[in-house]
């Protein structure tokens, strides 16, 4: 799956990409509406929704067209890649710092993580991942030796999860690895949403030297329903620059070191 954040879907026209965000964004369209909105005939879109329900994107319907599931959970990731997207930015630049060439990285899912692959490319390193993005992201980059571990991809997000995706974990052991968070508390406890997954990423913590959690400013006070790690057992929280003064001082108090783009000499920090 090639998720892109510029064009949700690689390979089809800018009309077809049109017609998608606006089925998506309304649940359902009307072959006029399309047209009218596109400045083209009703034929053309109703050739325009046989292509993309051949291509499993929509469901045709009569007279028009809803998303199916699929295409629903890439435009719902893409809308979190999108969210704070400076701020992840900024973490990835922090991240890559601390990846010397020929590390094994491990990735998690997470939409930052995904923004620190972006920074890896043209990078000699082994990079481990769950996601599909961040492995369409770094497919056939020279110098990246990939990893996708295996799994069964889960329902609602572009990635991969269960048994063998654990399993897989435990037979590896990187140098460093960077986790995602859908919420960090006062005293440093890191959590997701989903149960399964937060599960994978406590095995995913355990076959790393070093972990690191990245997560914006947004995700800080909050709490989710699987708590999977503490991060004052790791080597720290990497944020961006808009985290309120007081959590810093509320995690100094907990022992959790917090690294923000203040806090970094501009070198490159070995793993080793």
Request: with cysteine; net charge negative.
């Amino acid at each position: 799956m090639n998720i892109n954040s510029h064009n949700p879907n690689p390979g089809h026209s800018p009309r077809h990409s049109q017609i998608l965000q606006m089925i998506h964004r309304e649940g359902g369209c009307a072959v006029d509406d399309l047209a009218l909105s596109l400045g083209v005939s009703a034929m053309t879109i109703r050739r325009d929704l046989q292509e993309l329900a051949d291509a499993g994107h929509v469901l045709r319907t009569h007279g028009g067209a809803v998303p199916t599931a699929r295409v629903s959970f890439e435009f719902r990731f893409l809308k979190d890649a999108q969210d704070n997207a400076q701020e992840k930015d900024q973490i990835a630049g922090l991240a890559v710092r601390y990846i010397a060439d020929g590390d094994s990285v491990l990735l998690d899912s997470s939409t930052t993580t995904l923004a620190i692959a972006r920074r890896l490319r043209g990078r000699s390193l082994t990079v481990i991942t769950t996601s599909l993005p961040i492995a369409s992201e770094l497919y056939g980059c020279t110098g990246i030796d990939l990893i996708l571990l295996g799994g069964s991809l889960r329902d609602d997000s572009p990635d991969l999860a269960g048994p063998i995706t654990e399993a897989n974990l435990e037979t590896l052991h990187a140098q460093i690895a960077f986790i995602g968070a859908d919420g960090i508390d006062d005293q440093g406890m890191i959590y997701n949403e989903s149960v399964t997954l937060g599960r994978m990423l406590e095995k995913m913590a355990a076959s790393a030297k070093k972990v690191y959690a990245v997560a914006d400013h947004s995700k800080i006070g909050q709490a989710a329903l699987k708590r999977f790690g503490d991060i004052k057992e790791w080597e720290g929280l990497i944020t961006d620059a808009g985290l309120d003064p007081k959590w810093n001082q509320k995690f100094k108090r907990a022992g959790v070191k917090v690294i923000q783009p203040q806090h970094i000499q501009n070198t490159t920090v070995s793993s080793a």
